[in-house]
């Protein structure tokens, strides 16, 4: 049964999805095929965009890390409402910019701003690597998935290569259109999936209420509720929380795929509608942490201790088997429908930021192709990424946060200081990634306890950026009035 539902449940969107698409328009173009046409209206952006929060990060990385550390799992309800007071001011300039220019990527955006293509081809291929280190959260997740449903017969390697051609396929077909549906149908029957466990969890770990799993976690776990939560050892304080947030807050809209999705909305009321109401998404925390400690409650040990199975393991082991299959083929959607639009975001930057520069007569035809293609061989590396990886899905996000943070500074200070110099945003941002170095990272520990490294790389790029951008345009300024 529970192999059945998740089959009929995939099967049934992806093929519902790609009807969908095909009756819109056919992806002929990359333009089409990217960014939908830039047509999107209120309802199709919001579960594309706003419907981010309903991920596999969300959903078995947060509830993973309710179980594993407790507080710090906040993280969640304070970043998405912080991204989206954020989103409501850059979000419609973005779009503004994307529809004077007639841009795709994120990588677009830079090199034509700063009249630079070959800043763009190095924000493409930063953007390109976050972007991979996203997908393999998607991949990680989904593979755990797959083994839940097909059985401990299919080893961790076969789930993630599985995972991996999913998500190709299904975005190989269609494009944009394809998820945006998908999309749609996944934030619904995640919604199905969160009153179905958490209407029945009290009663599956003997409490009384919802409430009451919050009481009891916390009477048999003390200060579980409070920061640092379970091990204060991992330096979780509210001091990690608070930068941390700022950092992912800061971040979110920078992330390629974010980005790219500004360009696809219809008009700027859509996006700021979508800002508004976003923050009511954060809301599911609540219960997506509540399904946490009810694991604990429950005494799961997942396999290998590995926190982001926490959730799969509770629902497999105290839930029928139909609930679990409604489960497991929802979980594969939270999978399939992010990582799609993450590979294909990566796979527009390829083909029009550094393949295009590289060869200017590439057609549409031809960079459609080469867009598709970039896609299989960005899955593959996300896989061998996926291979022996043992980090919770929160704390491979965060990195990927960190990652794309580098390329925050050039966006913000695009739109709020003309002074700004390409050579500039460069320099921060190579200084930035040194900041991110491991080898670095025992020293800002001393320096700035519990602070997120990220936050500190990020101001680090922009204090450099800002400071090369004033030397540079100081000079300009004096040679031209001296001529």
């Known amino acids: 049964m529970i192999l059945i539902l998740t089959v009929a449940i995939v099967l049934g969107t992806v093929a519902g999805a790609i009807f969908y698409s095909q009756r819109q328009a056919k992806a002929k173009t990359l333009t089409e095929w990217a960014v939908g046409g830039r047509r999107f209206g209120i309802l199709i952006f919001w579960f594309l965009n706003a419907g ?85 959260i998607q991949i990680t997740a989904l593979g755990l998935i797959l083994q ?24 190989f077909l269609a494009g944009l259109r394809s998820a945006a549906f998908a999309a749609g149908v996944k934030d619904i029957l995640m919604l199905v999936v969160v009153v179905v466990l958490c209407g029945s ?18 009477d048999l776990h003390p200060g579980i509720g409070r920061f640092p939560g379970l091990q204060p050892e991992a330096g979780l304080s509210t001091t990690w929380m608070m930068t941390a947030a700022l950092n992912v807050a800061i971040g979110n809209w920078i992330l390629p795929h974010l980005f790219q999705l500004c360009y696809s909305a219809g008009s700027r009321v859509t996006i700021r509608r979508n800002a508004v109401l976003q923050p009511i998404y954060s809301l599911s925390y609540f219960f997506i942490i509540l399904l946490g400690f009810a694991a604990l409650l429950a005494g799961v040990q997942p396999p290998n201790g590995d926190t982001n199975a926490a959730l799969i393991s509770f629902v497999a082991g105290h839930y029928p088997a139909w609930a679990v299959g409604l489960f497991a083929g929802t979980a594969c959607l939270l999978a399939l429908v992010p990582g799609s639009v993450l590979l294909l975001t ?62 925050a500074p050039g966006v913000y200070f695009a739109f709020l200081w003309k002074r700004a110099h390409p050579v500039g945003v460069l320099a921060g941002i190579v200084v930035g990634y040194g900041a991110l170095l491991p080898q670095v990272k025992p020293w800002w520990d001393a320096l700035l306890p519990q602070w997120d490294t990220g936050l500190i790389a990020m101001a680090i790029n922009a204090a450099v950026a800002a400071a090369l951008s004033l030397v540079l345009t100081s000079g300009r300024r004096r040679a031209t009035a001296v001529a």
Do not use: C
């Open 346 to 407: 990566a796979g527009s930057l390829f083909s029009r930021n550094v393949l295009t520069p590289l060869m200017p007569t590439l057609s549409e035809r031809q960079a459609l192709f080469a867009s598709r293609g970039s896609m299989i061989l960005f899955a593959a590396v996300a896989v061998w990424l996926t291979l022996g990886a043992s980090r919770s899905l929160v704390e491979v996000g965060l990195s990927a946060y960190a990652a794309i943070g580098m390329l």
């Open 148 to 171: 839940l449903t097909l059985g401990e017969q299919v080893s961790p390697t076969g789930a993630a290569i599985l995972a991996a051609a999913v998500m190709v396929a299904f975005v």
């Open 52 to 136: 981010e929060i309903y991920t596999t990060f969300a959903v078995l990385g947060i509830s993973g890390f309710a179980w594993a550390y407790g507080a710090p799992a906040y993280l969640a309800l304070t970043s998405v409402s912080l991204s989206a007071v954020i989103g409501y001011w850059l979000m419609p300039r973005i779009w503004e910019a994307g529809h004077r220019h007639d841009l795709v990527t994120q990588a677009d955006f830079f090199a034509a701003h700063y009249k630079a293509t070959w800043l763009g081809v190095v924000v493409a291929l930063a953007g390109i690597v976050a972007l991979i280190v996203y997908v393999q």
């Open 201 to 218: 969890a009290a009663a599956t770990v003997g409490s009384g209420s919802m409430l009451d799993v919050y009481d009891r976690v916390q």
